[in-house]
Structures are given as structure tokens and as C-alpha cells.
T-cell receptor
Framework: AQTVTQSQPEMSVQEAETVTLSCTYD???????LFWYKQPPSRQMILVIR??????QNATENRFSVNFQKAAKSFSLKISDSQLGDTAMYFC????????????FGQGTTLQVKP | DTGVSQDPRHKITKRGQNVTFRCDPI?????LYWYRQTLGQGPEFLTY????????KSRLLSDRFSAERPKGSFSTLEIQRTEQGDSAMYLC?????????FGQGTRLTVV
């Protein structure tokens, strides 16, 4: 079975500072995909960043980057220059290389960016 | 708007009634998913379609739940004889390869 664990229920950061959200996972597959999704108070889930397990290079999307440690099964999200609009719940998710692409989500981390 | 669209956004129903939700995926996406999300939790997978074929169903999807995707386009999720425990946000997502795109969800309240 695949599992995703986010051990930080809530975090806060001052505007313009950097914050890191943690995620660990477990899977028996050798190839898989990892994601971070953002869910603002309006509730629509938005894909923030994606990492393919066979790629060693960490993914980056503007102010968002990941630290992917395959051996440790760790996948953290770093948000640089935090903005008020980054306030949201963040979910780490995983799917295997099989055909379905169904996502297994963590419990989420609520991030509050303070002015 | 070319995103995933869900209707209705909110539904309040009495216990025992049937409800049906609709999802219109991104047009070129052949994969469609339904998830359920309760407050403060991550979404839980319910079912998956590839084109019109329903290829996987979660154990969460009891006999009272049925989903269809006729002609591989829009999808419907029906809940029969609703129970208070069915109160949740029902999310639809679609994808072409990896990484799904989500709709805004349908919030169901069973009273």
C-alpha cells in the first residue's frame, strides 16, 4: 500500500520569508510521481509542482521548489519570498507508474502567511 | 473557461434522498477521477474512468454510490438514500498523463 504523511498540521511564515513544508511517503514501486497541491480557502485544488521519481534533479516552479530525497522517501516543498496569496492548505500526493494515476494524499499542512 | 467544471457547487438534501453531481473534465483529458474530502483532511479516492470505462472503485464507494461517464465525456456521481455520513466535498479531477486538475467541488450537506 502507498502512504503519504505530512507531520506538520499548521505552519506560519512572515511575508517575504522562506518556509519549508515536509512530506514523507512509502511505496514499493521504483517509479512514481510526487506532487504538491495548494488548496486556498476557496477550496479549488491547484497543482503547484510535480516530481518524477526517476529524475534526480529537484523540480522548480518560480518561487516553489522541492527537495526530493528518494532513499529517505522524503519530498519537502520550499516556498521562497512568501506572499499573502500563498496562504492555503498544502497537500503532498503520490501516484505510482501504473495506468490509473490515482492520487494518494497526505493529511495536509495549513500555511498562514502573515503580513 | 477550459478547466474542470462541477455542478452544483452546493447541495443540501434530506437524509434518504438521492442526489446526482455532474463533472465536465478538461476536453482532451481521457482520465477522470472522483474524490471525497471531509473538512481538514486530504481527498480520498473514490473511482476512476479512462474514457467511458470505469476501471477502479474504492472500497469507500458503497452500493449506494454509482458513477458513470457516458461517451467518455462528462461524468455523474449519484448517491442513493443519502446518510449524514455522506456530508463532504466531492471533487472531480481529470488528467491526460500524470498530475490531475481539479474542479471546485460539490459540497454536500445531508440534514
Amino acid at each position: 500500500a502507498q502512504t503519504v504523511t505530512q507531520s506538520q498540521p499548521e505552519m506560519s511564515v512572515q511575508e517575504a520569508e522562506t518556509v519549508t513544508l515536509s512530506c514523507t511517503y512509502d511505496t514499493s514501486e521504483n517509479n512514481y510521481y510526487l506532487f504538491w497541491y495548494k488548496q486556498p480557502p476557496s477550496r479549488q485544488m491547484i497543482l503547484v509542482i510535480r516530481q518524477e521519481a526517476y529524475k534526480q534533479q529537484n523540480a522548480t516552479e518560480n518561487r516553489f521548489s522541492v527537495n526530493f530525497q528518494k532513499a529517505a522517501k522524503s519530498f519537502s516543498l520550499k516556498i521562497s519570498d512568501s506572499q499573502l496569496g500563498d496562504t492555503a492548505m498544502y497537500f503532498c500526493a503520490l501516484h505510482g507508474s501504473g495506468n490509473t494515476g490515482k492520487l494518494i494524499f497526505g493529511q495536509g499542512t495549513t500555511l498562514q502567511v502573515k503580513p | 473557461d477550459t478547466g474542470v467544471s462541477q455542478d452544483p457547487r452546493h447541495k443540501i438534501t434530506k437524509r434518504g434522498q438521492n442526489v446526482t453531481f455532474r463533472c465536465d473534465p478538461i476536453s482532451e483529458h481521457n482520465r477522470l477521477y472522483w474524490y471525497r474530502q471531509t473538512l481538514g483532511q486530504g481527498p480520498e479516492f473514490l473511482t476512476y474512468f479512462q474514457n467511458e470505462a470505469q476501471l477502479e472503485k474504492s472500497r469507500l464507494l458503497s452500493d449506494r454510490f454509482s458513477a458513470e461517464r457516458p461517451k467518455g465525456s462528462f461524468s455523474t456521481l449519484e448517491i442513493q438514500r443519502t446518510e449524514q455520513g455522506d456530508s463532504a466535498m466531492y471533487l472531480c479531477a481529470s488528467s491526460l498523463f500524470s498530475g490531475a486538475f481539479f474542479g471546485q467541488g460539490t459540497r454536500l450537506t445531508v440534514v
